[in-house]
């Protein structure tokens, strides 16, 4: 099959189009023939080897997974031995992070965990645009608990991959939203359901008046410091990325209880209750950019440059 690999880390170029062997499932996967994908700041991250302490489990000296590709929509083609719920021709959606990558490529072998049917209402492209970041959102919006209709919640980096989704998410749980994002962005955060926008390009969200029962912060380029005036009392932050290392270790370091990191892993329970929230019309993937499989490379940069308007996604046709 084909599929896109890499041997060193470095920038997208690196990556180049390669005949290599199709997986085989386990007993508890399915092999997927996977129709779409979409890009993920982990592919960009992975395939730099950044931040180099990820290195330590990522590959020290070079990388231990060739193929990249976290998000994936397609056809079951086969199942394994000790699968039952799933079947060949199902139309399924899937997130491989926590299972060695993979997407990149003309087939998939996909753990059942991590798997669930695509939302029928979806086309393969629309799908493959869910699980990463959906799932941070909805993991990070629950980080200290599931949201409360009352509460003031502020999303920073409103119009991500993840931040597209947190807006939506929120709304859906009918807390009052405010998303931050830069001005030409604006019409594009209310028309996902914002009830309140700040234009960070001219306002600091932290250093005004307003404060927020949980903030969601899918930038991590503020401080510890500047998030907790941003919280009432009893207020809670998550932050799911960090502008840098520091960024990170403050966090890690001075956050206690109330600025916590998220960490997400794609669970088919979430899955499931995204396409429940999807079938229902309270959430849709907002499509920034399609690319074909042979650009994933140029995929791959154009989400690296920090100012996707959601996701970017591509077609393995
Ligand atoms: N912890 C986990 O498990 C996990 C999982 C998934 C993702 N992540 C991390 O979460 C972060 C977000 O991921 P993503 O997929 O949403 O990334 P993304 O799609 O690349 O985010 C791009 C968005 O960030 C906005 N942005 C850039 N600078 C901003 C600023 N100063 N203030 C407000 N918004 C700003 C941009 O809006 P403008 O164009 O308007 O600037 C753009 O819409 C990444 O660091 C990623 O690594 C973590």
């Known amino acids: 099959m084909k599929a896109f690999v890499y041997e060193k880390y ?46 330590a489990t990522l590959g020290l000296l070079r990388p231990k997974h060739k193929i990249l590709g976290v998000d994936i929509a397609g056809r079951v083609e086969a199942v394994g031995s000790g699968v039952t719920r799933f079947q060949p021709g199902d139309e399924v959606y899937a997130n491989l992070l926590d299972h060695g990558y993979g997407g990149f490529a003309e087939y998939a072998s996909v753990p059942v965990g991590v798997l669930s049917l695509k939302p029928a209402s979806l ?7 869910v699980p990463m970041a959906a799932v941070t959102a909805l993991q990070g919006l629950r980080r ?60 600091d969200f932290a250093a005004g008046g307003r404060r927020y029962d949980l903030i969601l912060d899918t930038v991590g380029n503020r401080s510890v410091a500047d998030l907790k005036r941003a919280l009432t009392q009893g207020g809670k932050a998550a932050v799911t990325g960090f502008t840098s290392v520091a960024k990170l270790l403050g966090v890690s370091l001075r956050g206690g209880k109330d600025v916590a990191q998220v960490s997400a892993h794609v669970t088919t329970r979430d899955l499931e209750l995204l396409s429940e929230l999807i079938e229902a019309g309270k959430l849709h993937p907002q499509i920034d950019r399609h690319y074909p499989f042979a650009d994933i490379p140029a995929a791959i940069a154009y989400l690296e440059h920090g100012h996707a308007r959601a996701k970017v996604v591509v077609a393995m046709t």
Request: without cysteine; neutral net charge; glycine residues 8%.
């Open 123 to 129: 086309s393969f492209e629309e799908a493959a645009a």
């Open 10 to 55: 470095g920038p997208p170029q690196r990556l180049r189009m390669a005949e290599v062997d199709k997986p085989a499932p386990n007993a508890d996967e399915v092999l997927v023939k996977v129709l779409a994908a979409s890009v993920n700041a982990a592919d960009w991250h992975v395939l730099r080897g950044k931040p180099l302490f990820s290195r």
């Open 144 to 203: 200290h608990g599931e949201p409360q209709p009352t509460q003031r919640v502020l999303i920073n980096g409103a119009t991500g991959g993840v931040g597209s989704f947190a807006v939506q998410l929120a709304k859906s749980y009918g807390a009052e939203v405010t998303a931050v994002t830069s001005t030409r962005n604006l019409d594009l955060v209310r028309s996902l359901g914002a009830d309140h926008v700040v234009d960070y390009t001219t306002t």
